[in-house]
């Protein structure tokens, strides 16, 4: 991959937060934090633009809700097609963690995450909205 230099033009007080913001994220150049937010516009875009996604999904719930676990169950068979796989943890003696790993397009891996957060029980859910890593 050939790097390429090229100049910014840059308001004074931008770049001054701009570089309080790659320190406190602990970068060591501006290069690296500045490819990283054009990234991450990108992976917004594929997210926006419904190209081919990966991500996380996380659940936390009671497992003793005997039908949560079945309705979560039953959900993710609907999706089997784009959870690529699935961790559960047992953090104590009631509460579960489960890490739902997805790749497909945006708006499925949306509508699981959307299905399973909103059952009745689920304490804490999130989607993190990753890429396949292609194409950035
Ligand atoms: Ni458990």
Redesign the pocket.
């Known amino acids: 991959m050939a790097l390429i230099r090229f100049g910014v033009s840059i308001d004074k007080g931008l770049l001054a937060k701009f570089d309080a913001f790659i320190k406190d994220k602990k970068y060591t150049n501006r290069s690296e934090a500045f490819r990283d937010l054009i990234r991450q516009e990108l992976v917004g875009e594929q997210w926006q633009g419904g190209q081919k996604i990966a991500g996380a999904i996380t659940l936390i719930y009671n497992?003793h809700k005997r039908e949560l676990v079945n309705k979560l169950m039953d959900i993710q068979h609907d999706f089997g097609e784009i959870i690529i796989s699935s961790q559960?943890?047992?953090?104590d003696h009631d509460?579960?963690?489960e890490i739902i790993a997805v790749k497909g397009m945006p708006g499925e891996a949306r509508k699981l995450s959307d299905s399973l957060r909103s059952v009745k029980g689920v304490k804490h859910g999130t989607l993190s909205m990753s890429t396949t890593g292609k194409d950035i």
């Open positions: 497992h559960h943890i047992h953090l509460n579960c963690l």
